[in-house]
């Protein structure tokens, strides 16, 4: 791996995927298996705004004005939230970075720490056969936990085999036109970072459209690796 990350510093992995990837359901899976904190820009937003903090003030007062959050402003709320605790063990980015610029941002930041980027999983998909991956999946409104109409199902129809909750829900825009339009736009804006994170040496790549459990096993290898 790239870099020179100092021994017992928490380890940092990216999950890079279009929509309906099955990020969201891998990361949640990590947390299960390695003790590991999934970080996602959104969930991020949230709680600094509603902790308060410096960072989460200059957040909400740029949200409230309909702008969109600086990248300072993102990388402030990011370090003090690996400083927590609970993130001790390492963590798992989710949407975050989306630029070159925001990349470059985070390796500083990670460095003051003693930390890197250890790995960085592309999951690869077929744009065809996510359009109906992606137009078949639905969620508990409950708790989040990811199903398939397809790939998926829930051991008791419409019951969360997570929480127990009865409150599958299904996104308005999970629809074909939608659907390859986002993968489009996820295709221009990913690709600088694939290149950049392939000559960092810290990119792997996984055929995201197997079953979970194998792409799960191929993360968790990736995953050990870096945790020894």
């Not at 959104?42 to 200059?58: K, N």
Request: glycine share 10%; net charge negative; with cysteine.
């Amino acid at each position: 791996m790239d870099g020179d990350r100092t021994p017992q510093t928490p380890p940092v992995l990216i999950l890079l995927g279009p929509p309906g990837a099955g990020k969201g359901t891998q990361a949640r899976k990590l947390e299960e298996r390695f003790g590991l904190v999934q970080l996602s820009t959104g969930d991020l937003l949230r709680a600094a705004v509603a902790s308060g903090s410096e960072a989460g003030r200059a957040a909400k007062a740029v949200m409230e004005a309909g702008g969109l959050v600086s990248d300072d402003i993102v990388i402030a709320i990011l370090r003090d939230r690996l400083a927590a605790p609970d993130c001790a063990k390492g963590v798992i980015l989710d949407g975050f970075p989306r630029t070159t610029a925001q990349a470059e941002a985070l390796d500083q930041m990670l460095a003051e720490s003693g930390q890197q980027v250890d790995v960085t999983v592309l999951l690869e998909v077929d744009d065809v056969k996510m359009v109906m991956r992606i137009a078949g999946r639905f969620t508990c409104g409950n708790c989040g936990e990811g199903y398939h109409d397809t790939f998926k199902t829930p051991t008791v129809a419409d019951t969360c085999d997570h929480c127990g909750a009865q409150a599958m829900t299904r996104r308005a825009d999970d629809n074909a036109a939608t659907v390859k339009s986002r993968l489009d736009a996820y295709h221009k804006q990913t690709a600088p970072l694939i290149t950049y994170y392939s000559d960092k040496g810290v990119l792997r790549r996984i055929d995201a459209m197997g079953e979970i459990d194998a792409i799960q096993n191929a993360i968790a290898m990736l995953t050990e690796s870096v945790l020894r």
